[in-house]
């Protein structure tokens, strides 16, 4: 009964402390736009109702793509038939689950509703760890590659520091004994979870693949929100990828909030030499695009769910 009693006052502390985080970091963005009504003014005009839907368009195509490959490594630990719809589904709930604190609820919201489908819960947390691990292996070695070659900060210290986090990284990935351990300790599960060599340079050049479709979608919105031609590619993309995984590894904040996009700013600041003012309302201007988009894609695939089932 205490042990019932003092987990309970532990969410409801977490809940009220997040709840606080949220209303700093909201109230933070409120109090910054109204003092550069301006500046904000002049990003909104920039961004034409092309450049809008180019940007709703590419997240789409990035969260079908996420959808697809996720499921895909669903299927290599339990298999299963589902309709596509289904799928997408899914995969939203789950996604969506990130806006609250830790990563467990993301992986509950997908058990919940594959469970109706015969989907074991050691085989969905199987699968959820090796997509937030494949996730966060994916934005490093995208973030790390592209940093490589931003001509603005271009030096031999750089690419030795490139090199080395790409060649750590790659030897985490290959002997993730530690990773294996943890799976087994979340998952209850037993048995041996280690992916063959194969099966892992596989989904791990989709989740690259995937990590720079995001940069890419950042990069068309830093195009259509600004006029400085610093933004380039490689910038947006290492600046989006290396943002997003301090974002993920931010368990306090729902989905990294605010912690990834004063990451955005900073990288922003030092790469792209953009003054604070203009990074702030590009990197929350870019949260608030892609928040829209996903409940925009989560709408249409709930819709399409529905009717698949009648």
């Given at each position: 009964m205490s042990k019932t009693t003092d987990v309970g006052s532990?969410?409801?502390a977490?809940?009220?402390l997040t709840t606080l985080y949220l209303l700093i970091v909201v109230g933070f963005v409120v109090w910054f736009v109204a003092g550069h009504l301006p500046q904000a003014k002049g990003l909104l005009t920039k961004l034409t109702v092309t450049a809008g839907m180019a940007v709703l368009g590419l997240s789409f195509c990035y969260f079908t793509m996420s959808a697809l490959v996720w499921s895909k490594l669903q299927r290599f630990f339990q298999a299963g038939?589902?309709?596509i719809s289904q799928w997408l589904y899914v995969f939203m709930v789950g996604y969506l689950g990130r806006y609250i604190p830790g990563k467990v609820p993301m992986v509950i919201g997908r058990w919940l509703s594959l469970q109706p489908f015969g989907y074991r819960r050691g085989a969905v947390f199987a699968a959820a760890g090796y997509d937030l691990f494949f996730g966060l292996v994916?934005?490093?070695i995208a973030g790390a590659g592209f940093a490589i070659f931003i001509d603005t900060i271009r030096s031999e210290?750089?690419?030795?520091?490139g090199l080395l986090v790409l060649l750590t990284t790659v030897i985490v990935v290959y002997t993730?004994?530690?990773?294996v351990w943890v799976l087994n300790v979340i998952a209850k599960t037993n048995g041996n979870l280690l992916m063959p060599a194969k099966a892992t340079s596989g989904f791990l050049a989709c989740y690259i693949a995937m990590s720079v479709s995001y940069g890419c979608v950042f990069y068309v919105f830093c195009k259509a929100a600004t006029d400085s031609s610093s933004v380039t590619a490689s910038v947006a993309i290492a600046s989006v990828c290396l943002s997003s995984v301090l974002g993920m590894v931010s368990l306090f904040a729902p989905s990294g909030l605010g912690v990834r996009e004063g990451a955005l700013v900073y990288l922003l600041g030092t790469w792209a030499h953009l003054d604070t003012t203009h990074a702030v309302l590009?990197?929350?201007s870019y949260r608030?695009?892609?928040v829209v988009a996903e409940f925009i894609f989560f709408l249409f695939v709930f819709a399409w769910h529905k009717l698949h089932r009648r």
């Open positions: 532990k969410t409801a977490n809940r009220i038939n589902l309709h994916g934005m490093i210290y750089q690419w030795i520091l993730p004994r530690t990773f590009l990197s929350f608030i695009v892609l």
